[in-house]
């Protein structure tokens, strides 16, 4: 929201849109992003915490657990899908980018 407020201005103009948007619109979202925000956080804290929760203590401590195979196939896995996904939004933001360049230079007959 307060990325919105701070940049919306910059971003009309950029977009040469005449367009009014007042904050108080905004005010309907706010419980619904924070419930994102909280199922989110809760998501991804879930793997890492039944992960973590296997382990006993004094095992760790003394050096005994040796981490599988399906370990280092999930860490590894998760690193591709995490780089598959950022390179899908920069072609994605790129790609939008673009077609607002070629939107705001064309000219369309009417």
Same mark, same amino acid.
């Given at each position: ?22 904050? !108080? ?15 989110? $956080?809760?998501?991804? $804290? ?6 973590? *929760?296997?382990?006993?203590? !004094?095992?760790?401590?003394? /050096?005994?657990?040796? !981490?599988?195979? *399906? $370990?280092?196939?999930?860490?590894? $896995? ?14 994605? *933001? ?9 939107? *705001?230079?064309?000219?369309? /007959?009417?």
């Amino acid at each position: 929201m307060v990325l919105l407020a701070l940049g919306k201005d910059h971003l009309l103009q950029w977009l040469a849109w005449d367009m009014r948007i007042e904050m !108080t619109d905004f005010v309907p979202l706010i419980p619904v992003l924070i419930g994102l925000a909280i199922v989110a $956080g809760g998501l991804t $804290g879930l793997y890492p915490a039944f992960l973590l *929760s296997r382990f006993k203590p !004094t095992q760790v401590l003394k /050096g005994e657990i040796k !981490t599988g195979y *399906s $370990g280092i196939v999930i860490r590894k $896995g998760l690193v591709v899908a995490q780089f598959v996904i950022m390179t899908g939004l920069a072609v994605g *933001s790129l790609a939008v980018k673009q077609q607002m360049d070629f939107y *705001s230079k064309s000219r369309f /007959g009417f």
